[in-house]
């Protein structure tokens, strides 16, 4: 008795227990390409974004052509100097050379001004898309959302039906976030 217990236990426990291929995953895709070139909010931000890019890249410029100027007019005039103006001018040069290193570094080099401007700006962006990626999901019943992006190449295939990229730009178009 115990025996035929156990056994119809074991049998019942095999039929209810499915494997997650069984029970029919379901995955979703967006690109992520696409909502951030279509959502306003993101647009502004790479808006701002390229206003400050473009202000670093214009005294980057600046500052290397004076450093060129520096350099040619060291070129020229180096056998008419005396040592100690030479040394002078070549000081000037290698200072202005540090300077535009470290210029570049503090505004575009990993952890400088653009990566943490970005990250500030975009943050509340990404909670929003986020939010209605999640949405989304949920109320079609996916256990996970991937992105297309071409950049990231994180979807190697995917089957146009699963896209809802439209469907979290439609959202966040309803909720006033356009």
């Known amino acids: 008795m115990a025996l035929s217990t156990v056994?119809?236990?074991f049998?019942?426990?095999?039929?209810?227990a499915v494997s997650p291929r069984?029970?029919?995953?379901?995955?979703?895709?967006v690109n992520s390409a696409i909502i951030l070139a279509q959502f306003r909010?993101?647009?502004a931000v790479q808006?701002?974004?390229d206003t400050l890019i473009q202000d670093w890249s214009d005294t980057l410029n600046g500052m290397i052509a004076e450093y060129h100027a520096?350099?040619?007019?060291?070129?020229?005039h180096r056998n008419a100097m005396s040592a100690l103006a030479r040394t002078h001018a070549q000081h000037e040069v290698d200072s202005l050379e540090q300077a535009i290193m470290?210029?570049?570094q503090a505004t575009v080099g990993q952890g400088g001004d653009l990566a943490q401007t970005r990250a500030?700006?975009?943050n509340p962006v990404r909670k929003e898309i986020y939010g209605a990626i999640s949405g989304i999901a949920r109320e079609d019943g996916m256990q996970f959302v991937l992105d297309e992006n071409p950049q990231t190449a994180i979807v190697l295939y995917a089957d146009p039906r699963y896209d809802i990229t439209y469907e979290v730009l439609n959202r966040l178009t309803r909720e006033g976030y356009n």
């Not at 520096?70 to 020229?76: A, I, P, Q, R, Y």
């Open 22 to 29: 069984e029970r029919g995953i379901k995955v979703g895709f």
């Open 41 to 43: 909010p993101a647009r």
């Open 120 to 122: 500030k700006l975009m």
């Open 102 to 104: 470290e210029y570049r």
């Open 47 to 49: 808006a701002r974004l």
């Open 7 to 9: 056994l119809i236990f």
């Open 11 to 16: 049998t019942f426990g095999f039929m209810y």
């Open 70 to 76: 520096k350099v040619d007019n060291l070129t020229l």
